[in-house]
């Protein structure tokens, strides 16, 4: 089987529709200012102990797998776990406890971001920022082109490679859903220490300050989160440096978008071609998979066909030394009576002949 130039530029050229519509949508890097009174959540590290009951009720609200391993289970911290289409977040540990000092703790997630690079670079504005806070995802316009998970600077979001029906990018949603009916996020509700807070960022902030401020000793006078890449919704407090939490140190407060905006701009009309070659290749492969089908119900059908001759051959030689092995059968059976016959009336010849010997 091969296939021709012709059919790989013509696969090609169907998805050219695609491509134009991709370039109507291609807006400039947008810019998302922050809105007042937005919420978000304060985490206090120091106050942490690995318990993920975070985790287990982010799974149970998101109607995911429990966690694994377990809850309780000491393998969960053998090594950093990432972020899954399962698993939208996670705790790990960085340090292990001594005699002298405790372990600790960080829980990682979806940072939702005051001006997201995940939005700018979705040509196709599956990703808004919300007054609310939290960046809301539409899957129903995203075209999987997975351009917002290498873009993530926390490597947040994942996506549903085993769902070959509706894939889709999977990521802490900051419970939208529970903050629009009045509720706060799961995590913040269940977290038994008080290391997880939901409230205005803003007053978060200054409860921040009012911590380190306090307990100078206890804290890194550093508010993770508040100018980072533009500040975040996802608020983090340390008693160790960044670094040891796997944080990012010493990065630009400039929002991402801002950074890149230059590159950014020929973000849509760059991955705007992605639709149009996906789809292209996949006519391409459709064509393929149409005469891989074609040529093997084609052989299957010659195969079909020579067993059928082969086995009406088979079975008309059967029958011919069927009826051959009848007929000599029936010659032999008939050339036995025969000769039983005849040799029962040769006897009995004699032994008239023998009586009538003994008469005289």
Same mark, same amino acid.
């Given at each position: ?36 009174g ?84 979705c ?17 129903s ?18 996506y ?13 949603t ?12 799961s995590?913040?509700d ?11 960022r ?53 929002p ?26 996949? /006519?391409? #492969? $459709?064509? =393929?998979?149409?005469?891989? %089908? +074609? ?7 010659? &195969? ?14 059967a ?13 032999? /059976?008939? #050339? $036995?009576? =025969?000769?039983?016959?005849k %040799? +029962? ?7 008239? &002949?023998?009586?009538a010997e003994?008469?005289?």
């Open positions: 089987m091969s296939i021709s130039r012709r059919g790989l530029i013509g696969g090609l050229a169907a998805g050219a529709g695609v491509l134009l519509a991709g370039e109507s949508k291609a807006d400039s890097t947008k810019r998302y200012p922050g809105y007042q937005r919420y978000g959540l304060l985490h206090d590290a120091t106050l942490c102990v690995g318990c993920r009951s975070c985790e287990e009720a982010c799974n149970e609200v998101n109607d995911n797998p429990p966690p694994s391993p377990a809850k309780g289970d000491p393998k969960a911290f053998d090594k950093p776990r990432p972020l899954t289409d399962k698993q939208y977040t996670v705790v790990n540990r960085y340090r292990e406890a001594t005699e002298d000092r405790p372990a600790v703790y960080r829980k990682h997630q979806c940072m939702h971001c005051n001006e997201p690079c995940c939005a700018s670079v040509f196709v504005n599956a990703f808004t920022k919300t007054p609310e806070g939290p960046v809301e995802y539409d899957p316009v995203c075209v999987g082109c997975r351009y917002c998970v290498m873009a993530c600077p926390y490597y947040a979001l994942s549903e490679y085993d769902d070959p029906v509706t894939p889709e990018v999977k990521r802490c900051m419970c939208l859903d529970r903050i629009r009916e009045g509720k706060n996020p995590c913040s269940i977290c038994p220490t008080g290391a997880i807070i939901f409230g205005e803003e007053k978060l902030i200054e409860v921040a300050r009012a911590r380190i401020a306090k307990n100078p000793e206890r804290y890194v006078d550093h508010i993770f989160g508040e100018h980072e890449f533009g500040g975040t919704s996802w608020l983090t407090l340390t008693g160790v440096p960044l670094r040891t939490l796997g944080l990012p140190e010493n990065v630009s407060h400039e991402l978008p801002k950074l890149t905006e230059g590159a950014l701009s020929l973000v849509p009309v760059i991955v705007s071609a992605w639709p149009g070659l996906l789809l292209g290749m996949y /006519a391409f #492969n $459709k064509r =393929k998979e149409k005469l891989a %089908k +074609e040529e093997l119900d084609q052989a299957l059908g010659n &195969a079909a066909d020579q067993a059928k001759t082969e086995l009406d051959e088979a079975m008309s030689k029958a011919t030394k069927a009826n051959k092995d009848k007929d000599s059968a029936v010659e032999q /059976a008939a #050339n $036995k009576a =025969k000769a039983e016959a %040799k +029962e009336f040769e006897e009995a010849q004699k032994a008239e &002949a023998k009586g003994g008469e005289a």
